[in-house]
DNA sequence: CAATCAATATACCGAACGGTATAATACCAC
DNA sequence: GTGGTATTATACCGTTCGGTATATTGATTG
C-alpha cells in the first residue's frame, strides 16, 4: 500500500480508538511508517488529514444511504434498505463506523466536530425526507418526520454500538426485529 | 463560590463544549481564575479533576434514575418516570448532559471514556432490571431486555439531544409522543 | 543529458502540554 | 502570640504539541 493510504488508515485507527484531539501527528505518521513531512506532504494539516479521513471512508457510505433512501410509495420496504444498508457498511468499516458514532450526540465546538456534523446532517436529511415523502400514505404521520428521522437513525445506531461491542449480532434477526419495534411498539 | 466549586463548574464547562483530551488544565484554571497549583491541589490530577465533575454531578442523577426504575407492575407508568427523571435532570443540568452525551456511543480508549463507562454501565442496569422484571406481566418481552434498555435509553438520549440543539422543546408532549412510539410504534 | 517535480528525510521551531518544588499567605487552635 | 494546617502564588521541570525550512532522493520529461 502506499504512503498516502496507509497514512489515512493509521489515522483512523487512531482517532476511532482515542479520539481526533487525543491523537498526536507524530503517533499517526510513527504508526504509518513515515515521517512527520510526509504526512504533511500529503494532508497539509491534522485537520487536512481528519477531512481526508471522512472523504475516503464516507462516499460509498453516503451513496449508499442516498440509494436506499429512495421511497417509492411503500415505507416498510424503503425503512428495511436503509437499515440493510446501515448494517452492511457497518460492518465493512466498522473501525470508521466507531468514528462516526463518536459524533453522534457532540456537536461540540472542536475542529473536527465542525467536519462529522455536516456528514451527519447529509444523512438526517435524506432519511427525513423519507418520511416527509410517507406522508401521502401515512397521513397520521404528518409534522413529526424529524422526530422520526431522528429516533429512526437512533435506533439504527444503538444497534451497530451494542454489535461494536460485542453485545450483539448484527444480522437480519435483529434488523427485522428493530424494524418491527420501531413500526409497532414493544408489545406486539 | 469558593475555588473547588468554580474549577469544577469551569472545567465541566470547557469539557462538555470541546471535549477532556481538547482542553488544557492551563485553560480550565485561568477561566477559574485560579492557578494551576490550586487546581492540582484540590483534585490531584487531570483526571481526579474529571473524576471530580462526574461525582460532583453525577450522584443526584444516578439517584433519580435508580428511584424511578423501581417496578411495582405497571411497564408504561415506570417508564413515564423515567423518561421524566432523564429530562428533568437534562433540564436542570444541561451542560453536564451535553458531556455525558459526548460519551455514549463512545466506547474508546482514553482515560476519559473508561470513566464515562461504568456511569453509563450503571444507568443501563437499572434501566435493563425494569424489562428483566416486567417479563412477569409482558411475557412476550422476554429475552430482549438487553435491548428494550438500549434503545429506550437511545431514544430518550435523541430527543434530550435535538433539544440541546434548539430542535424540540423537552416537554410532557415529546415525552409522551415518544414513550408512546416505543410502545406502540409510529403507525398508530 | 539536463531540467523538473513529486516524494521523503534530517533537524528544527515556538508554544502548550501535564505536573511540581518551594515559598508565601491566611486562618485556627492553643 | 505561636505552632500547625489549609490554601494560594511564583517560577520552573521535561515532554510533546502542530508545523516547517532545507536538503536529498528518484522517476519523468523535454
Redesign the pocket.
Known sequence: M???NQILKCALDLFAARGY?A???????ETA??????????F??????LAAVFEHYHTPFARSIQQASEYHGDLPLTLDRIAQAYFNFAMREPVYYRLLLGFVFSPREGDDCKMAEEVNARQFTAIEQVFIQAVHEHGNLRGRHRLYAATFIGLLNTCISLWLNGHSQLDETLRQRVLHQFQHGIYS
Chains 1, 2 share one sequence.
Not at 33 to 42: A, F, I, R
Open positions: 502506499d504512503n498516502r484531539a491523537v498526536g501527528v507524530q503517533e499517526i505518521s511508517g513515515v515521517t512527520k513531512p510526509t504526512l504533511y506532504h500529503y497539509g494539516s491534522k485537520q487536512g488529514l
